[in-house]
T-cell receptor, first 116, second 112 residues
Framework: DQQVKQNSPSLSVQEGRISILNCDYTNSMFDYFLWYKKYPAEGPTFLISISSIKDKNEDGRFTVFLNKSAKHLSLHIVPSQPGDSAVYFCAASPNAGGTSYGKLTFGQGTILTVHP | DAGITQSPRHKVTETGTPVTLRCHQTENHRYMYWYRQDPGHGLRLIHYSYGVKDTDKGEVSDGYSVSRSKTEDFLLTLESATSSQTSVYFC???????????FGPGTRLTVL
């Protein structure tokens, strides 16, 4: 049972345009969400996160939107750059604030390719 | 970058042999995690630790054991490796009270 799903295995965009990566979840207990970026042969790198008490969090070119009623979150990258080409994973945790063991459930990942 | 190292970075072994992967941190974080990454599955939690000698199972723990005798080291052992355990293994750490896990560079394990 895949509790966190990224239904698009890949996404291709032109440099300067917007990249939108999507993630859906089924477990209503999830209330903290993170996005990680991963380059080949490296470990995942934390990108941005959002708590369920918010519907938007922004950090430079990266914005995460959370729609709790739809159990859906998205990552927007504007403008996209060739260096953003990587695998993007969304992850969910049942507790914000580090009050639990902080176990993460990951989606399958989306390969983003940004063309010059 | 969080001070996390994993060793070895690459290993090829044969079915039935024992294998131990090491995760070492210099951050003194309380929580440590082992994940495996496979195509189509993302990252899946194998075991985690919430303190020295305190460990518990994750989603895909069958065939794996762990030990944590010191804060800085978290060992993952495959008692008798199988081809289905061919994967990339990542260690992660998290500070007490924090929300974010930080990952090591990974170990690519091939079981022939």
């Amino acid at each position: 049972d895949q509790q966190v799903k990224q239904n698009s295995p890949s996404l291709s965009v032109q440099e300067g345009r917007i990249s939108i990566l999507n993630c859906d979840y089924t477990n209503s207990m999830f209330d903290y969400f993170l996005w990680y970026k991963k380059y080949p042969a490296e470990g995942p790198t934390f990108l941005i996160s959002i708590s369920s008490i918010k519907d938007k969090n922004e950090d430079g070119r990266f914005t995460v939107f959370l729609n709790k009623s739809a159990k859906h979150l998205s990552l927007h990258i504007v403008p996209s750059q060739p260096g953003d080409s990587a695998v993007y994973f969304c992850a969910a945790s049942p507790n914000a604030g580090g009050t639990s063991y902080g176990k993460l459930t990951f989606g399958q990942g989306t390969i983003l390719t940004v063309h010059p | 970058d969080a001070g996390i190292t994993q060793s070895p970075r690459h290993k090829v072994t044969e079915t039935g042999t024992p294998v131990t992967l090491r995760c070492h941190q210099t951050e003194n974080h309380r929580y440590m995690y082992w994940y495996r990454q496979d195509p189509g599955h993302g990252l899946r939690l194998i075991h985690y630790s919430y303190g020295v000698k305190d460990t518990d199972k994750g989603e895909v723990s069958d065939g794996y054991s762990v030990s944590r005798s010191k804060t800085e080291d978290f060992l993952l052992t495959l008692e008798s490796a199988t081809s289905s355990q061919t994967s990339v293994y990542f260690c992660a750490i998290r500070a007490d009270g924090a929300d974010t896990q930080y990952f090591g560079p990974g170990t690519r394990l091939t079981v022939l």
